[in-house]
């Protein structure tokens, strides 16, 4: 498995291989769900910018309010999902150590995800590796 120290590479790893068995049980390339998933690893690897300026406790609030409509849609994928295949949620629990960490990271721990020994993080890509 991926590094201790790099949730994301293990959640794209378990999703990588995942995508493969999948290919492997229909005998189809996924194209276009690879294509979202390395879009996932470029969105989930972002590392947050500093703010240049200080914002106010509007601006705090309206930015908060955008990520809660975010989140929201993301948990009604999930129960939706969920709830449409027993298969899901047993997928979901069991890999919850490897995505919850990513999912849950704040922006220090997203930078210490992807700056590693002074490396810029827009050099560092997600790994998907092929097996």
């Not at 996932?40 to 200080?54: A, C, D, F, I």
Request: negative net charge; glycine residues 2%.
């Amino acid at each position: 498995m991926a590094e201790e120290g790099k949730p994301d590479a293990q959640l794209f790893q378990l999703l990588s291989t995942l995508l493969e068995q999948v290919e492997t049980l229909s005998n189809q390339e996924e194209v276009e769900l690879r294509a979202k998933i390395e879009a996932l690893g470029l969105e989930v690897t972002k590392v947050p910018p500093k703010p240049s300026k200080h914002l106010d406790e509007l601006e705090i609030a309206e930015e908060l309010d955008k990520l809660s409509a975010k989140l929201d849609e993301v948990d009604q994928m999930i129960s939706s999902a969920m709830a449409a295949d027993p298969q899901v949620q047993s997928l979901l629990s069991s890999t919850a150590d490897v995505w919850m960490p990513v999912i849950t990271a704040n922006a220090d721990e997203r930078r210490a995800f992807t700056v590693t020994d002074g490396e810029s993080s827009h050099e560092e890509q997600p790994v998907l590796p092929s097996q």
